[in-house]
């Protein structure tokens, strides 16, 4: 039986929709946990009977799909970031020694393997998706806590193998620290804000199966806008960040990620609006503000969310 402390992920860029490329370097995804499977629609046979019974049942469209849940660590997934961005780091694009990445439209697809490491050989270990894009991106900062993520993919294709395929190597994954919430810095309009409790990111591309009469794989998903939304909890201390919304003012939310061995992540909204603000009530103690924003294309950056990596 397997067991997920035998479990491993890698994942390869595909130079051709759905194609796994020949002798693939397989490069590791550091991960807490996935549900990253096939998909099949159902069809069920509409005839009616005497007896009641269901004539027939087939196997519809499929899709691969899922989620892959990871703790936020320097350099271990840059290539996916550029991924669900759609853009590519500009090595000293935010100064000396920063490298820089901002949303984009260049869709990458990957083959992902999948591999149950206690499952014996003719029991085929080895599950590969194709035609993986990374779709969505959620992290979530939390008070004394690593910073959690969760990437969501939507793929074409599936099939298990017994083996490794002919020629594939296989990269050492990365040693850096979990990035945690305690250690970086977080700034509301340029100014320092101490009292947040909770962060609440996400990217969403809006990637969508599409189906066509003749074969059970999609096609390559069409893709929607950008969209950076996410979610700031504060304890309620006055109402300057609850005026912002009333008063419909724009904002901007920078947030400095630095791990232990002086590596740093530093993702920037330059451009916000709140869309609510609810300072509720549970009890006796203290009341938090719950401030839900949506990210806006920034005229000076041309873009809507800029990631900067700097090495220690």
Avoid: C
């Avoid at 890698?10 to 370097?25: K, L």
């Avoid at 050989?121 to 194709?130: S, V």
């Avoid at 979530?140 to 002919?166: E, Q, R, Y």
């Amino acid at each position: 039986m397997a067991n997920g402390s035998r479990h491993s992920m890698r994942y390869v860029a595909e130079a051709s929709y759905g194609v796994t490329p020949a002798a693939p370097a397989f490069k590791p995804i550091r991960h807490t946990g996935t549900t990253l499977a096939l998909s099949k629609e159902s069809l069920q046979s509409e005839e009616i009977r005497d007896d009641r019974q269901i004539a027939d049942f087939r196997h519809g469209a499929r899709q691969t799909g899922g989620d892959i849940n990871l703790e936020l660590s320097y350099g271990s997934f840059d290539d996916l970031l550029e991924a669900v961005l759609l853009g590519t780091w500009e090595v000293d694009g935010g100064g000396s020694g920063i490298d820089r990445l901002k949303a984009g439209v260049l869709r990458r697809s990957f083959t992902v393997e999948r591999f149950f490491g206690d499952i014996l050989t003719a029991d085929r270990p080895y599950h590969r998706f194709t035609g993986v894009e990374f779709n969505t991106l959620g992290l979530a900062i939390n008070a004394n806590a690593m910073i959690t993520g969760t990437m969501g993919v939507i793929g074409k294709g599936f099939a298990t193998d017994t083996a490794i395929i002919s020629g594939a190597t296989y990269g050492a994954p990365t040693t850096t620290s979990p990035l945690d919430s305690f250690t970086g810095v977080l700034e509301e309009a340029g100014v320092p804000i101490a009292v947040i409790t909770e962060i609440q990111l996400n990217v969403e591309n809006g990637l969508e199966a599409r189906f066509v009469v003749g074969s059970k794989d999609t096609i390559r998903p069409s893709i929607g806008r950008s969209n950076v939304s996410g979610t700031i909890t504060a304890y309620f201390e006055d109402s300057l960040l609850l005026d912002k919304f009333v008063n419909e003012t724009e904002s901007s939310i920078k947030l400095e990620l630095p791990d232990a061995q002086g590596n740093k992540y530093t993702i920037t909204l330059p451009r916000i609006k709140y869309n609510g603000g609810q300072p509720d009530v549970e009890g006796e103690g203290p009341i938090t503000l719950s401030m839900p924003f949506q990210a806006l294309l920034d005229s000076t950056t041309a873009t809507n969310i800029i990631i900067d990596r700097e090495g220690a």
